[in-house]
């Protein structure tokens, strides 16, 4: 089944607004990355989270990373039409053999 | 440094045919992984091959596989094709083995396969 589970599968925003998208796994993660895919496009890689309780920032995004290391969000702050999008998750899991799995991604349109 | 690079970018085949699509990593880089993506299941991770040997593998049928040259280049081929094979089809490479800490994939622009 499912390992890592990401919602909310769509998000429909005006410009302006905020947007987060979640990431959670029922087992411990060893790290976690995201992606962004625009439309047409392919994924792009955003940032790699590692330490428990870690947050990092890029301009209006911010990742954090849980404090069990079982869950992830990604959060946009006053979002911009050129945010739209599919955001995933990749986690590696512990004693997985290695894998990445990624979520299931949230696709996030911006009304102007 | 080019980016990495997939071909074809479309290809059209009938059922039961099968299907080779070629990836060429960024130069350096040893792993590369394939996926499949599908509106309805999103990204499916399909195998990865570091150093020409297959080191991890998804849930896909043995129709699918793949093998990695001494170069890092690596193939992959679909045998009796099935409608449900419609899919992008993305490589992805990194200097080390996928989601090792500090590594980053670096996706290619896709295969786009149809079945018909």
């Known amino acids: 089944g499912q390992q890592v589970m990401q919602i909310p599968q769509y998000q429909h925003v005006q410009e302006g607004e905020d947007f987060t998208t979640y990431c959670n796994s029922s087992?411990?993660?060893?790290?976690i990355q995201w992606y962004k895919q625009r439309p047409g496009g392919h994924p792009v890689f955003l940032i790699q989270l590692v330490k428990s309780g870690e947050v990092k920032k890029q301009k209006r995004l911010t990742f954090q990373f849980g404090e069990a290391k079982k869950n992830s969000s990604l959060h946009i702050t006053a979002t911009q039409t050129t945010d739209v999008g599919t955001y995933f998750c990749a986690a590696m899991i512990y004693n997985q053999g290695g894998k990445l799995i990624f979520g299931q991604g949230t696709e996030l349109s911006v009304k102007p | 440094k080019a980016g990495v690079t997939q071909t074809p970018r479309y290809l059209i085949k009938t059922r039961g045919q099968q299907v080779t699509l070629s990836c060429s990593p960024i130069?350096?880089?040893?792993?590369v992984s394939w996926y499949q993506q599908t509106p309805g299941q999103g990204l499916q991770f399909l195998f990865e091959?570091?150093?020409?040997?297959?080191?991890n593998k998804g849930n896909f049928p043995g129709r699918f596989s793949g093998r990695q040259f001494s170069n890092s280049r690596s193939e992959m081929n679909v045998s009796t094709l099935e409608l449900g094979d419609s899919a992008l089809y993305l490589c992805?490479?990194?200097?080390?083995?996928?989601?090792?800490?500090?590594?980053?994939?670096?996706f290619g622009p896709g295969t786009r396969l149809t079945v018909l």
């Open positions: 091959y570091f150093s020409e040997t297959q080191r």
């Open positions: 087992t411990t993660l060893s790290n």
């Open positions: 992805a490479s990194s200097l080390g083995l996928s989601g090792r800490l500090g590594d980053t994939q670096y």
């Open positions: 130069s350096g880089h040893r792993s």
